[in-house]
């Protein structure tokens, strides 16, 4: 702890002389379109309290999305995620529409904020906030990520099989690294520990060689101020926080150190020292969204390293518990056959909340995903499906019914990747005029974009609308107890159904029949605000059934602050829509089945299912 003082001591300083002598914060702008009257506490920089995060009103908030965009690793749009504003509010209205999302990561270049040493790209910022501001004028929560593979593309010559993002040339040229080489290498993750380039880069910068990683946190600060300054003090409170670094690894170990000790004495100052700077460029209230050792959570025995930030001690709400996630087995081709099932990813995603809850704290995963072409695409509807149903529970679907008190905190998530140029790069790879790549996300034979353009321009979805456009909880007024979500999404002519209501329950088996439903059980904690469920478009109001404590209804009524069960906008103009449910007492167990099964159910179904519903909730919450 002495040793984190000083260097916390070293940092905290005034830093104003950073920038240029900043201009007046634009004006606030106006209220977002379709927003209701809780809507603008509600944005509030967003809080860790009791180990979820929490909005404005002290609902507790899942945050749920997409990575926008590795489109930002390339050089054809000047590391930018879209090549024009248009682009970016095209993309984010898709993006609440089509893939329900409430929020984004988005991805940051080092390479183009920092291209020349000690000097910011102020059109590259100014661009970047630009792009930023169609998200949150749309209503979405935005988190920016200073983005890196392989620490930077510069490694690499143009003959090179593989590329990188992230550091600038002359971070590279200020090393004097060996002619990069992964030797005989499948995939591109294999350059992280194979490639001596990489691993002495990556090991010089958490050494701050050169001073590399003193101009990288300038870099940042001065970035973090520029956002700060130019959006407006409304925009600004949908910023969630700040990704300080993605998948963080050693490089190589010093004699005697272990992943462990390494997360203890080298990563985590570094995020004191990043926390710092983010203190320091008017980011003080929200949280650093930090990542473990990569290696943490690995699903091969051989690749799996002890971290997740095990010496931290309770970090608090000042920081996230941020993690990566996907199954390495079922990308190897070889070392998973055949497809996930109920309950694949249980085990892995209940870790990540073991994890945040010892640590004090919310978690997020960040990036998870799966292939959609090549020899294991085959895998991702079901892979993807039981990544889904693991962030919504812990319990599997099969013991849901009977367990649901289990469930643990539905975690925050977003999806590798939203590209909305997949399938139509242009991309020189590692500045090689005869490689240019077109295809999947132009970036070392990846293809995971849930996104496209079809061809007359209009953004269409990639993977099943089921399973991507989710019923979720994005505001509890009060504690999630336990939720499920059945989404029935399609793994070709197959219907996943891992979570049949069970025949103990007849009549809420019948109101359900073969339609999606979701069951969310939460305890009150008197807020006169509503609870919120995202909607997708596969529950139009007209047909969409609730049956709650609060009442039982076919069809949703327009939302007044006297309907406890109601259908509203959300904020932000795109025409998507959200389930609310009002319940203003304290400490009581609310229940909620939304489902889309049923054709005009009559009031004896309804009344006949709440009576089972209320039975089980009693049973299993008492």
């Known amino acids: 702890m002495a040793k984190l003082r000083v260097r916390l001591c070293g940092v ?25 009257w809780f809507d603008a506490q509600a944005s509030a920089t967003l809080t860790v309290q009791g180990g979820r995060l929490t909005d404005g009103l002290g609902r507790e908030v899942v945050l749920r999305g997409y990575n926008v965009s590795g489109e930002t690793k390339l050089e054809e749009n000047s590391g930018l995620p879209f090549a024009s504003v248009v682009d970016a509010r095209k993309s984010a209205t898709a993006l609440r529409t089509l893939g329900g999302g409430n929020t984004v990561r988005f991805l940051l270049s080092w390479a183009h904020a920092e291209p020349v040493r000690g000097q910011v790209d102020t059109a590259y910022l100014a661009a970047v906030t630009d792009q930023m501001r169609a998200f949150l004028d749309a209503g979405i929560r935005v988190y920016p990520d200073f983005h890196q593979d392989l620490y930077s593309r510069h490694l690499f ?35 992280i520990t194979q490639n001596q380039a ?17 101009a990288f946190l300038a870099t940042a600060q001065k970035t973090m101020t520029y956002i700060q300054q130019h959006l407006a003090e409304d925009e600004f ?12 690894y050693a490089g190589t170990y010093d004699g ?22 983010m203190d320091a460029a008017g980011w003080r209230d929200k949280p650093a969204l930090v990542e473990p050792n990569l290696f943490w959570n690995a699903n091969i025995a051989g690749q799996k390293q002890e971290g997740g930030l095990l010496d931290a001690g309770t970090i608090g709400p000042r920081y996230v518990f941020n993690t990566h996630f996907y199954d390495q087995k079922a990308i190897s081709g070889i070392l998973m056959w055949g497809k996930a099932g109920d309950g694949q990813y249980a085990t892995d995603f209940g870790t990540v909340r073991d994890r945040a809850g010892a640590l004090g704290t919310s978690a997020i995963v960040s990036e998870f995903g799966h292939l959609l072409s090549g020899s294991v695409a085959d895998k991702a509807p079901t892979v993807l499906k039981a990544m889904y149903q693991a962030l919504d529970s812990r319990v599997k679907g099969a013991r849901w019914w009977s367990d649901p008190a289990d469930s643990g905190p539905v975690l925050s ?63 509890t007024a009060g504690t999630t107890v336990a939720f499920t979500y059945e989404d029935r999404s399609r793994d070709g002519s197959t219907t996943l159904t891992w979570n049949p209501v069970p025949s103990s329950l007849p009549n809420v088996a019948r109101l359900v029949g073969s339609g999606q439903y979701g069951l969310l059980v939460w305890r009150s904690n008197g807020s006169a605000a509503p609870t919120e469920l995202h909607l997708p478009a596969s529950f139009p109001a007209a047909s969409t059934t609730v049956v709650s404590d ?66 089980w909730a009693a049973k299993e919450f008492s």
């Open 413 to 475: 998530g977003t999806q590798w990747q939203w590209d909305l140029y997949n399938g139509r790069h242009h991309e020189l790879m590692n500045g090689n005029p005869d490689k240019v790549l077109t295809s999947g996300d132009a970036w070392n034979d990846e293809d995971l974009s849930a996104v496209a353009l079809d061809g007359s321009g209009t953004p269409v979805l990639r993977q099943d609308a089921r399973l991507l456009d989710r019923l979720y909880p994005s505001a």
């Open 256 to 277: 005697g150190q272990s992943s462990r000790t390494w997360e203890r004495d080298v990563l985590w100052p570094f995020y004191a020292r990043f926390r710092a700077r």
């Open 550 to 615: 609060l009442g039982a209804t076919a069809g949703l009524p327009a939302y007044t602050r006297s309907t406890p069960v109601a259908v509203a906008n959300e904020a932000g103009g795109t025409g998507s829509k959200r389930l609310l449910l009002t319940a203003s007492d304290t400490g009581a167990v609310h229940y909620a089945l939304v489902t889309n099964g049923a054709t005009a159910p009559s009031a004896s179904l309804l009344s006949a299912a709440r009576t089972e519903l209320a039975a």
């Open 237 to 248: 409170v949908r910023v969630v926080g700040f990704d300080p670094f993605n998948e963080p």
């Open 157 to 191: 010559n143009q003959g090179s099989w593989y590329t990188g993002d992230g550091a600038p040339k002359w971070a590279v040229d200020a090393g004097n690294y060996p002619a990069e080489s992964c030797g005989i290498c499948l995939f591109w993750g294999q350059n």
């Open 12 to 36: 905290l300083v005034a830093l104003t002389g950073l920038l240029a002598a900043p201009g007046a914060r634009p004006a606030a702008a106006d209220s977002l379109p379709d927003s209701l």
């Open 198 to 214: 990489v691993t002495k880069a990556s090991y010089d910068f958490w050494h701050n060689a050169n001073g590399v990683q003193d």
